[in-house]
């Protein structure tokens, strides 16, 4: 079995993804800085790697902070860079039992999206941070934030 692409991006600061040739064409950096030096002509890759182009990767699940650029044939075509404006824990009721649920709503610094994120792994895009106010409404119905905190970023 081979190495999950999406778990390798986490390991790096900066990863560009050249979809090409029926194979995704991967180059890792350690920061986005040591990026934009390989893109002056420093060859300060932290690892390169081939995939197939039918792997299943999640954008919206990349680490905070993280730059994932992506190309088709060599021309950018996206750019995903997450950081959290806004962290919580929230107290829900689901079939008369209390449980919490924490998560943090991001920012792509690339488009206008609104990420939600919680702990158990799920990850949403939303249009607006009303958006994501209405699916917990939604989803969890009557809810409280026990803690938060906001990110200026």
């Not at 993280?66 to 044939?73: A, F, R, S, Y």
């Not at 943090?104 to 990850?123: C, Q, V």
């Not at 939604?138 to 803690?147: I, P």
């Amino acid at each position: 079995m081979g190495t999950n692409l999406q778990e390798v991006i986490a390991e790096f600061g900066c990863t560009v993804l050249n979809y090409t040739k029926n194979k995704i064409v991967v180059d890792h950096f350690c920061s986005e800085e040591r990026y934009n030096n390989f893109s002056n002509g420093f060859n300060c890759r932290a690892g390169m790697g081939l995939f197939d182009i039918d792997e299943v990767l999640q954008f919206n699940k990349i680490n905070d902070n993280t730059l994932l650029v992506i190309q088709n044939d060599g021309i950018e075509t996206a750019r995903y860079k997450y950081v959290t404006i806004f962290k919580a824990t929230m107290e829900y009721k689901d079939k008369k039992v209390n449980k919490s649920l924490t998560f943090r709503i991001r920012r792509n610094e690339f488009n206008p999206i609104i990420n939600f994120i919680d702990t158990s792994g799920n990850s949403l895009d939303f249009k607006n941070v009303n958006a994501v106010k209405n699916h917990l409404s939604e989803k969890y119905g009557a809810n409280k934030l026990t803690d938060w905190s906001v990110s200026v970023g």
